[in-house]
């Protein structure tokens, strides 16, 4: 008889049998260092992008290699949108995968014909390439956008796809930004010498950080110095969580400060950990955006290189397309190799957060602006109205990030930054805050986009995403857009979320606006889902009834 402690060999495992030549692949893949699980992603993106998908046998040999259960492995793989996990006697996916953003810019765009144009162009290659509708990609102020493996198509059109895939252009281009020397030359990385250097304390920072009354410009608009000042009573080691995972359909700022200036967020997250006595930074960022995943990976290196990081480790993580992820305790789960679900709280991040250590989450393009109010003062940046970028797209002739005082309003931004209406559009509505702020009639163009400033509308700013709606949109369709997303990035975890948005989404679609049933459930939803997603998640289709019921019938 077989002692019970005795171990067993590969025939008497139980369920999936561990595959030598799998086993072979996983190994060579991981290479010859440690074996961690909270690297998990990592290693399945290295299969994925080694194999175009996750077939059974790799699963099985990784959860072997890493002494996991093959169900945890599974449930994580098949948690994210970019792995394409293949069962036993299932057919591979095509090898090269094309993502028709389906974003509401993009789909206000003509995103839908694009997709149905591309399917007949390209019906032919079916083999060879995967068509793939996705939510928002952060190129907005380029749609309709797709990208072709790891390259951003701008402007997409069917004959343009087409001419990408004939010349085989299926790598991220990178765009010139300010590297390590130039952004040394410029002044770069004095402010963080001076906190290494003792010139700085941290009460010196966290005082002009407050003076400056910045808040976090992640979407939740929470002061940030308060924020720092959390982590400073709980034990050390402390860790700096920097969300790089913006998701929010209509917003790409973070996209913007990481292609042009990534070392200024760089400097701030080392300045944030500094001043919070962290002894690391985890970058996550989202996958969509593998170009700055090429550009950190290379200004990091040089970064370290040059002595000027602290003995604070930085440690790069990709994303696999779960929006929730965004959401700051979602980033946490997926950063120590788990499905993105949002935690209850308590405990906060604060106390117990990565690895259950005290851990600061800020968002990229906080700590850019941390950098610029350490270098120039928090009285530069109150003179200038409080700067922050703001992701305008939609019906403007010149789309893009734009760098406006906070509490602008709409009208200001489409005239003096966005160069007025596109041709042939009148001013009909906008989104404030991306796809969870509501949406807003032009007659409210005069309201100030900022924190505290939508509430009593039902809206808020969010991440500063500013879609702009004309009267050639129909305000069905964008209610439709907007929560079709949510039905589908719902994490599932809780029942108001994952019910309500699925309810929602097949009302929408069947035309049916039973206002009573949606604002009870859009309560519902607000009162007892976990996080912001579904709690949010009603936004748009209160917003119709609220101020566009005219135009739903
Ligand atoms: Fe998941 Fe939605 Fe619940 Fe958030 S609110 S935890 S996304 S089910």
Same mark, same amino acid.
């Given at each position: 008889?077989?002692?019970?402690?005795?171990?067993?060999?590969?025939?008497?495992?139980?369920?999936?049998?561990?595959?030598? %030549?799998?086993?072979?692949?996983?190994?060579?893949?991981?290479?010859?260092?440690?074996?961690?699980?909270?690297?998990?992603?990592?290693?399945?993106?290295?299969i994925?992008?080694?194999?175009?998908?996750?077939?059974?046998?790799?699963?099985?040999?990784l959860?072997?290699?890493?002494?996991?259960s093959?169900?945890?492995?599974?449930?994580?793989?098949?948690?994210?949108?970019?792995?394409?996990?293949?069962?036993?006697? @299932?057919?591979p996916?095509? =090898?090269?995968?094309?993502?028709?953003?389906?974003?509401?810019?993009?789909?206000?765009? &003509?995103?839908? @014909?694009?997709?149905?144009s591309?399917?007949?162009?390209?019906?032919?290659?079916?083999?060879?390439?995967?068509? %793939? =509708?996705v939510?928002?990609?952060?190129?907005?102020?380029?749609? =309709?956008?797709?990208?072709?493996?790891?390259?951003?198509?701008?402007?997409?059109? /069917? /004959?343009?796809?087409?001419?990408?895939?004939?010349?085989?252009?299926?790598?991220?281009?990178?765009?010139?930004?300010?590297?390590?020397?130039?952004?040394?030359? !410029?002044?770069?990385?004095?402010?963080? #010498?001076?906190?290494?250097?003792?010139?700085?304390?941290?009460?010196?920072?966290?005082?002009?950080?407050?003076a400056?009354?910045?808040r976090?410009?992640?979407?939740?608009?929470?002061?940030?110095?308060?924020?720092?000042?959390?982590?400073?009573?709980?034990?050390?080691?402390?860790?700096?969580?920097?969300?790089?995972?913006?998701?929010?359909?209509?917003?790409?700022?973070d996209?913007?400060?990481?292609?042009?200036?990534?070392?200024?967020?760089?400097?701030?997250?080392?300045?944030?950990?500094?001043?919070?006595?962290?002894?690391s930074?985890?970058?996550?960022?989202?996958?969509?955006?593998?170009?700055?995943?090429?550009?950190?990976?290379?200004?990091?290196?040089?970064?370290? %290189?040059?002595?000027?990081?602290g &003995?604070?480790?930085?440690?790069?993580?990709?994303?696999?397309?779960?929006?929730?992820?965004? #959401? #700051?305790?979602?980033?946490?789960?997926?950063? @120590?190799?788990?499905r993105?679900?949002?935690?209850?709280?308590?405990?906060?991040?604060?106390?117990?957060?990565?690895?259950?250590?005290?851990?600061?989450?800020?968002?990229?393009?906080?700590?850019a602006f941390?950098?610029?109010?350490?270098?120039?003062?928090?009285?530069?940046?109150?003179?200038?109205?409080?700067?922050?970028?703001? /992701?305008?797209s939609?019906?403007?002739?010149?789309?893009?990030?734009?760098?406006?005082?906070?509490?602008?309003?709409?009208?200001?931004?489409?005239?003096?930054?966005?160069?007025?209406?596109?041709?042939?559009?009148?001013?009909a509505?906008?989104?404030?805050?991306?796809?969870?702020?509501?949406?807003?009639?032009?007659?409210?163009? !005069?309201? =100030?986009? !900022?924190?505290?400033?939508?509430?009593?509308?039902?809206?808020?700013?969010?991440?500063?995403?500013?879609?702009?709606?004309?009267?050639?949109?129909?305000?069905?369709?964008?209610?439709?857009?907007?929560?079709?997303?949510?039905?589908?990035?719902?994490?599932g975890?809780?029942?108001p979320?994952?019910? &309500?948005?699925?309810?929602? /989404?097949?009302m929408?679609?069947?035309?049916?606006?039973? @206002? &009573?049933?949606?604002? #009870?459930?859009?309560?519902?939803?607000?009162?007892?889902?976990?996080?912001?997603?579904?709690?949010?998640?009603?936004?748009?289709?209160?917003?119709?009834?609220?101020?566009?019921?005219?135009?739903?019938?």
């Amino acid at each position: 008889m077989t002692p019970r402690n005795a171990t067993k060999s590969p025939a008497h495992t139980k369920g999936r049998q561990i595959d030598g %030549q799998a086993l072979d692949v996983v190994r060579r893949l991981l290479g010859d260092g440690p074996r961690h699980k909270d690297l998990l992603i990592e290693y399945l993106h290295l299969i994925q992008d080694a194999h175009g998908h996750l077939s059974a046998a790799h699963l099985a040999a990784l959860a072997a290699e890493l002494k996991l259960s093959q169900a945890e492995v599974y449930e994580v793989a098949s948690f994210y949108a970019h792995f394409d996990v293949v069962k036993e006697g @299932e057919a591979p996916p095509a =090898p090269l995968s094309l993502r028709v953003c389906q974003g509401i810019a993009c789909e206000m765009a &003509g995103a839908r @014909e694009l997709l149905s144009s591309l399917k007949d162009a390209l019906g032919g290659l079916g083999e060879a390439i995967r068509m %793939q =509708p996705v939510p928002c990609i952060g190129a907005c102020d380029t749609a =309709p956008a797709v990208a072709l493996g790891g390259n951003r198509i701008a402007n997409a059109s /069917s /004959s343009i796809v087409a001419q990408a895939i004939a010349d085989n252009m299926t790598e991220s281009t990178i765009p010139p930004y300010q590297d390590f020397d130039a952004y040394r030359k !410029d002044g770069g990385y004095v402010a963080i #010498e001076a906190c290494l250097s003792g010139q700085k304390t941290p009460e010196d920072i966290l005082d002009q950080i407050d003076a400056s009354g910045l808040r976090g410009l992640g979407g939740a608009g929470f002061p940030v110095a308060r924020k720092w000042r959390f982590l400073l009573d709980n034990p050390k080691p402390r860790i700096v969580a920097l969300n790089a995972d913006e998701g929010e359909p209509g917003t790409f700022k973070d996209r913007h400060c990481l292609e042009t200036a990534p070392h200024k967020v760089l400097e701030g997250a080392l300045i944030a950990a500094w001043t919070t006595g962290s002894a690391s930074i985890y970058i996550y960022l989202r996958d969509e955006y593998p170009h700055i995943r090429h550009i950190l990976q290379t200004e990091i290196a040089r970064l370290e %290189q040059a002595g000027l990081t602290g &003995g604070i480790d930085i440690y790069l993580r990709r994303g696999a397309g779960a929006y929730v992820c965004g #959401e #700051e305790t979602a980033l946490l789960e997926s950063l @120590e190799g788990k499905r993105g679900l949002p935690r209850n709280r308590p405990p906060f991040p604060a106390n117990e957060g990565l690895f259950g250590r005290p851990t600061l989450i800020n968002n990229v393009e906080t700590l850019a602006f941390v950098t610029d109010i350490i270098n120039n003062g928090a009285e530069s940046y109150l003179a200038a109205g409080r700067p922050h970028y703001y /992701s305008v797209s939609g019906r403007v002739r010149d789309p893009g990030v734009k760098l406006a005082p906070a509490g602008i309003t709409v009208n200001a931004l489409i005239e003096d930054f966005a160069g007025g209406m596109a041709d042939g559009h009148v001013f009909a509505g906008y989104l404030p805050g991306g796809a969870s702020g509501g949406i807003l009639p032009a007659a409210k163009g !005069d309201v =100030p986009l !900022d924190f505290g400033s939508l509430e009593e509308y039902g809206c808020f700013v969010g991440s500063s995403a500013v879609v702009i709606l004309s009267d050639k949109d129909n305000i069905r369709d964008v209610v439709g857009n907007l929560t079709d997303f949510f039905a589908e990035e719902s994490c599932g975890q809780c029942t108001p979320c994952r019910a &309500g948005c699925e309810k929602l /989404s097949n009302m929408i679609e069947a035309g049916d606006w039973d @206002e &009573g049933l949606i604002r #009870e459930l859009a309560e519902a939803m607000a009162d007892a889902s976990i996080c912001g997603l579904g709690q949010a998640a009603a936004n748009p289709v209160l917003s119709a009834l609220n101020f566009f019921k005219g135009d739903l019938k």
